[in-house]
């Protein structure tokens, strides 16, 4: 069984980061690098033997860049997919845990569609909270079922993406896992889970802040375009959970009130969440 991981960069030319896909490599057969940043840095990946180097010269978005490491996967004639996040720091053992855990899923009958890992803040040591995309607890087997897993390390079996089809590359970054989950769980019967065992280091945003006697992730301006245009394109597909719409749309009302009141640079904050709403009414993306 042969596995292969995506890393998809975007300006993440740092010794950190090379750490990250070295453990990553050592874990899994090969590890393909999309990078979508403007200059390409293949002599900080050179030492890594199992690691192909592929530069876009251009943001091309998360979706396409991971479907460009997946088309290529597919030519390799792996088994499994692991999607990384490049600033996400993993243990030695998480990929082989995994791969453990889908194999038990499988056995006890389960139709495993993909199989994700515990995020914890990296700065506060605290795991980000699952809300709405918690389905039940399944303690016998170690794991939780939920409706969608992150890109930060989760493992897929290939042939799932034969059948299901590519990430949205229209959603460009927001959105891009938890629409691939529900669609796929909308056409075959799948499901997806999260590994107790395995828990990777994380930074949502731009960092935390406590917001309301809760902590939350700071987003940078540019993602509040991605995260309202996107909230109102999936809000129109059948297979968007209403949990998930619902609790995103509070979310989103709390931030169109708190940043261009309270957050820095106050005008770039009010111009992407205009300009995201806007697209999201304008344009029909179903």
Known sequence: MRTIAIVVLYNDNTIEVANNISMIAKQVDKVCLVDNSDVAYPERFSRIANAIYLPQYQNK???????IGLRYAMEQEVDYVLFADPDTTITSEAVSCLLST??????????VGGIGSFARNKATKQYY?????????????????????????????????QEVGMMDEALFIDGVDSEFCWRATSLIDVKFFLDNSVVIEHMLGMGTKVIGGKERSITPPYRMYYQYRNYLWLARRSYTPKSWLRENGLRYLVKMIYYPLFKSPRLAYIKYILKGITDGIKQNNS
Do not use: C, D, W
């Open 61 to 67: 978005g998360i979706a396409a860049a991971q479907n």
């Open 102 to 111: 889908f194999r038990k899923l499988a056995s006890s009958s389960f139709h």
């Open 129 to 161: 909270p699952l809300r709405s995309n918690l389905l039940q607890e399944l303690p016998e087997l170690n794991v939780k079922e939920v409706t969608y897993t992150m890109n930060s390390i989760s493992l897929y079996p290939i042939q799932l993406f």
